[in-house]
């Protein structure tokens, strides 16, 4: 699936989603206006920021924020990983896992492969069922879409290694 097929798909989902959770976001005290001009200096962004993640905030080494795009049969979430935010290994269940890279610089890993990096525009799918994690670079505001089927529940594990991550190159 390209970005366009991808936007597209939002598009029709959660056109009004998308539109709610933008006034919302701009209504909370999140600094959505920092968070911007860093995600602007990356390269732009086109989704809302989000509230904070504060829900799953014990399973993320930094601060994150999620902004849902869409309510039917499948979940798209924006989410934004502040630079040094990762989630923990996870695994989804009843649903892979696809992720979109919409602004800035992140890394993901499936467990047994090395880390690799993504950027705006591509896209990854973590099979369900598959120990994972992913995240923003050390040095870069990231934001993906986040979209799994309505129903999938997710099992979060240990943190990422500190080590291994400081390892990644730039």
Request: proline letters at 5%.
């Amino acid at each position: 699936m390209n970005k366009w097929q991808v936007l597209s798909a939002v598009a029709v989902l959660g056109l009004g989603a998308i539109l709610s959770s933008a006034a919302s976001a701009a209504e909370a005290a999140v600094p959505a206006e920092e968070i911007t001009a860093a995600l602007e200096a990356e390269g732009g962004t086109v989704f809302p920021i989000g509230q904070p993640n504060d829900a799953n905030a014990k399973y993320f080494t930094g601060e994150s924020y999620v902004a849902s795009l869409a309510s039917s049969n499948v979940r798209v979430a924006n989410v934004t990983f502040a630079p040094g935010c990762i989630n923990h290994w996870h695994v989804h269940h009843g649903s892979c896992q696809i992720l979109v890279g919409v602004s800035g610089r992140g890394w993901y890993q499936i467990l047994g492969e090395a880390p690799k990096e993504i950027h705006p525009g591509e896209t990854v799918t973590i099979p369900a069922e598959t120990k994972h994690w992913h995240g923003a670079a050390k040095d870069a505001w990231f934001q993906h879409l986040a979209i799994m089927q309505n129903g999938a529940t997710t099992t979060w594990m240990e943190p990422v290694d500190t080590e291994a991550y400081n390892h990644l190159e730039k």
